[in-house]
């Protein structure tokens, strides 16, 4: 079965307790993007990569890391997450088609930073 | 870089009416303009899409228009259904080599 998966999917961590977020996907896919979603802000771009060792920052990249070492796996890295973080994060990867960029999403990671 | 509006944030209708979302769009190269619909606590998954060089496309009932002159672009739900009740999100992209842009959203509730 064609998926995104996201792990964990709940996380309740502490300010400056590091931890990362595991995203990968089983469809070929070149690309690759962090969405973090909040109440009334919509889906914001935090980091995505067009290809393995190919990333870029997004729209919100403060604060975040990733790396793409194999075209499948495409982490999220807080080094020292901090409450501003807390929020409900979505990866996603898209093929490189003709005028085509739709998103196949993961089923998300909420994660809360005391 | 590019910038997508949505209005409104929320739409309440009646079953059976129809809604409409409507969202602006600032760059001229955008190509790609994809719709999402995401119910409450699931993932976000795409509903329609349209292209540049097509004015109009429907599926069953719900269809999208796009005025690339205006830039702006359109999501058409009609006979509505308790089930359309979601957050639906436009957005713009060149398709093919960027990612796309999303708006913020609009919150659908349909009244049974």
């Known amino acids: 079965e064609a998926q995104v998966t996201q792990n964990p999917r709940y996380l309740i961590t502490v300010t400056g307790k590091k931890l990362t977020v595991t995203c990968s996907q089983n469809m070929n896919h070149e690309y690759m993007s962090w969405y973090r979603q909040d109440p009334g802000l919509g889906l914001r771009q935090i980091y995505y990569s067009m290809n393995v060792e190919v990333t870029d920052k997004g729209d919100v990249p403060e604060g975040y890391k990733v790396s793409r070492k194999e075209k499948r796996n495409f982490p999220l890295i807080l080094e020292s997450p901090s409450p501003n973080q807390t929020s409900l994060y979505f990866c996603?990867?898209?093929?490189?088609?003709?005028?085509?960029?739709?998103?196949?999403f993961g089923p998300g990671t909420r994660l809360t930073v005391l | 870089g590019e910038n997508v509006e949505q209005h409104p944030s929320t739409l309440s209708v009646q079953e059976g009416d129809s809604a409409v979302i409507k969202c602006t769009y600032s760059d001229s190269a955008s190509n790609y303009f994809p719709w999402y619909k995401q119910e409450l606590g699931k993932r976000p998954q795409l509903i329609i899409d349209i292209r540049s060089n097509v004015g109009e496309k429907k599926d069953q009932r719900i269809a999208v228009t796009l005025n690339k002159t205006a830039k702006h672009f359109s999501l058409h739900i009609t006979e509505t259904q308790p089930e359309d009740s979601a957050v639906y999100f436009c957005a713009a992209s060149r398709g093919g080599s960027y990612i796309p842009t999303f708006g913020r959203g609009t919150s659908l509730i349909v009244h049974p």
């Open positions: 996603a990867s898209s093929v490189r088609e003709w005028s085509t960029d739709t998103q196949y």
